[in-house]
């Protein structure tokens, strides 16, 4: 059982790069999210998915977007990182967007921007 | 604003019991959730309450007051493997999470 796949677990990146991390469910959940977590902070959320075909912003959308082409697969993409990307991201899944289920979260994909 | 309040570190003795707190402040309310990551992992869910009581499971039990915007994580009979970061997180009336930072729990033998 996989649940949440997420790559690569850790990348090293040039300032001005193109960066794509990749996050695929196989738990058939509708709702998918990309939070960032940095130290002392909570998770904050990037951007989320409902259902497939939607996308919406959370609290640090800037410089980040997101496509949901699919329930399984939900990539997000730093146009041209910058130094201040520099964080761990996870991406989470669950089975209700609007109710109560609880978040399965990929391993984390640690991002450094040089 | 919204906001979510637990201490920084803890550290308890192997065998013991603790509580780690957390209160918050947010819009509305739809349920709180205690989640617990180990050092360079990912969190894992460990509970959820959203009506005023104590909910147990096992070692651990988790505790609501909704009037006092309250909740804290009770972990009987320590076990090293417990040494982890316990996460608090609120669902408000958007059905979004807001999550506080987290207690280190440092266990010692």
Known sequence: IAGITQAPTSQILAAGRRMTLRCTQDMRHNAMYWYRQDLGLGLRLIHYSNTAGTTGKGEVPDGYSVSRANTDDFPLTLASAVPSQTSVYFCASSDSSGGTGELFFGEGSRLTVL | ?109
């Open chain 2, 1 to 109: 604003g919204q906001n979510i309040d637990q201490p920084t570190e803890m550290t308890a003795t192997e065998g013991a019991i603790v509580q780690i707190n957390c209160t918050y402040q947010t819009s509305g309310f739809n349920g709180l959730f205690w989640y617990q990551q180990h050092a360079g992992e990912a969190p894992t869910f460990l509970s959820y309450n959203v009506l005023d009581g104590l909910e147990e499971k096992g070692r651990f039990s988790s505790f609501l007051s909704r009037s006092k915007g309250y909740s804290y994580l009770l972990l009987k009979e320590l076990q090293m493997k417990d040494s982890a970061s316990y996460l608090c997180a609120v669902m408000d009336s958007n059905y979004q999470l807001i999550w506080g930072a987290g207690t280190k729990l440092i266990i010692k033998p």
